[in-house]
Structure formats: C-alpha cells, structure tokens
C-alpha cells in the first residue's frame, strides 16, 4: 500500500521508507509485438529480437532494443532512440543493479588497493570494459589491459579513502576519494572523483577517473 503524506514535514525521517513500488512487471517479447501491434510500429529493433541483439554487440550507432523490466518509479526505457547506448535493455532483462551492488563494488575496488591485488580489481569489471584513467587519456580495453593497469598503479603502493559516500542513480556510481601514493621519491595525495557504469549483473563496463594537476598534492 502506498504511503500518503500530508505535509513536507511528515517526510523527516522517511529516508530510505518505502513509498509503495508496484510489483514487477515482466516486459516479454509477446508483449512488444502486441505493442507494434497496435502503434503499427514493427520496425526490427522492436520485432527482431536476434538482429537486435547482433547489432547491440557490435556497438554500432543505432536505435536499441526495448524495454525491459520496471517497478514502480523505478524504470527505464530504450525504445526508437538514435544514439550509441553501451547497456540495451531487451525484453526478460532486468532493468538495473541494485543500489547495494553498485556501492559493494566500489568497496571491493578500495579493498583491491588495500590488498594491492590486481585481481580483486579486476573482478569487478565486466569482460568487455574500459577504465580511462584520468579521464582524457587513451582508455584500457579489456580484462588483460585493465590488469596491466591496476598492477602497476599499485606498484605504486597507492590506496583509496572515500570522501563521502558513494553515490548511485539508475546503473551508475560516483564517488569521491583521495588516492595516496609515493611516486617519484616522495609521497603525495590526489583528490579523485572516480564515475562507475554497471551492467545489469552489477559488473562494471566503464570506469572515469577525474583529476587533474591542480588537485596533485605534494
């Protein structure tokens, strides 16, 4: 049942409350087709599950795949939209990770560096995945790539600690942090905001890191 509030003040306190989602919705390809059905819209994106799907893993520019799943507000759509879209949703998918996968995974990244283990870094990223690494710079591709970077990023004996916590909207993480190093004989602190995108099994598929000279400490 729904939560009804009669003023902004009943709302102290409610974080995290739930407001009364809708149960799950199962958008299935039957469901699409009755839908070209009735718009008359029967282009392949929509009817051709198989071609979609091929077209989605070359990357290519082009109209996506349709909906998927959605609960309550909490909802996503990629229907007819022409633009590079590097997680399609097709019908039977789930939407998104979930809030608590995305935040554990940025965790397991600090962690990685507490360890200085490359490949509990590693873990966390999909197959696929690239880390631009300050953003700008030619990007890693791949898991070999990735682990060639991490390993010698934490040759370094660099560590992350969180500024604040990590934030999370729809399949995407934010978080800010200062990475401490000792490079070039002496020890210095750089203040990162690094952005993750997650597909929908909660493994990372693009990782930012945003720093620049000015936030390099000595």
Same mark, same amino acid.
């Given at each position: 049942m729904a939560k009804v509030y009669q003023s902004p003040r009943d709302l102290i306190g409610q974080e995290g409350a739930q407001l009364g989602a809708t149960d799950w919705l199962l958008i299935d390809q039957a469901r699409v087709n009755g839908f070209a059905e009735v718009t008359g819209d029967h282009q392949w994106i929509h009817v051709d599950p198989e071609r979609a *799907? =091929?077209?989605?893993?070359?990357?290519?520019?082009?109209?996506?795949?349709?909906?998927? *799943?959605?609960?309550?507000? *909490? *909802?996503? =759509?990629?229907?007819?939209? =022409?633009?590079?879209? &590097?997680?399609?949703l097709f019908p039977g998918s789930i939407a998104m990770p979930t809030p608590e996968q995305m935040e554990a995974a940025v965790h397991a990244y600090v962690e990685a560096f507490a360890k200085g283990d490359p $490949?509990?870094?590693?873990?966390?990223? !999909?197959?696929?995945?690239? %880390?631009? &690494?300050?953003?700008?710079?030619?990007?890693?591709?791949?898991?070999?790539?990735?682990?060639?970077? #991490? !390993?010698?990023? /934490?040759?370094?004996?660099?560590?992350?600690?969180?500024?604040?916590? %990590? =934030?999370? !909207?729809? !399949?995407h993480a934010a978080f800010a942090m200062?990475?401490?190093?000792?490079?070039?004989?002496?020890?210095?602190?750089?203040?990162?905001? &690094?952005?993750?995108?997650? &597909?929908?099994?909660?493994?990372?598929? $693009? /990782?930012?890191? #945003?720093?620049?000279?000015?936030? /390099?400490h000595g």
């Open positions: *799907r =091929r077209k989605a893993r070359s990357a290519a520019r082009l109209p996506t795949a349709t909906s998927a *799943r959605h609960r309550g507000d *909490r *909802r996503r =759509r990629q229907a007819g939209l =022409r633009g590079r879209h &590097d997680q399609p $490949e509990l870094a590693v873990a966390i990223f !999909a197959d696929n995945a690239s %880390v631009e &690494d300050p953003i700008g710079s030619p990007p890693h591709l791949g898991g070999e790539a990735i682990r060639a970077f #991490y !390993a010698a990023s /934490m040759a370094t004996g660099a560590t992350l600690h969180l500024s604040g916590p %990590v =934030r999370v !909207a729809a !399949a200062q990475v401490r190093l000792h490079w070039d004989g002496k020890d210095m602190a750089i203040d990162v905001i &690094d952005t993750f995108a997650f &597909d929908d099994e909660g493994k990372v598929t $693009e /990782m930012k890191a #945003y720093f620049g000279p000015g936030n /390099m």
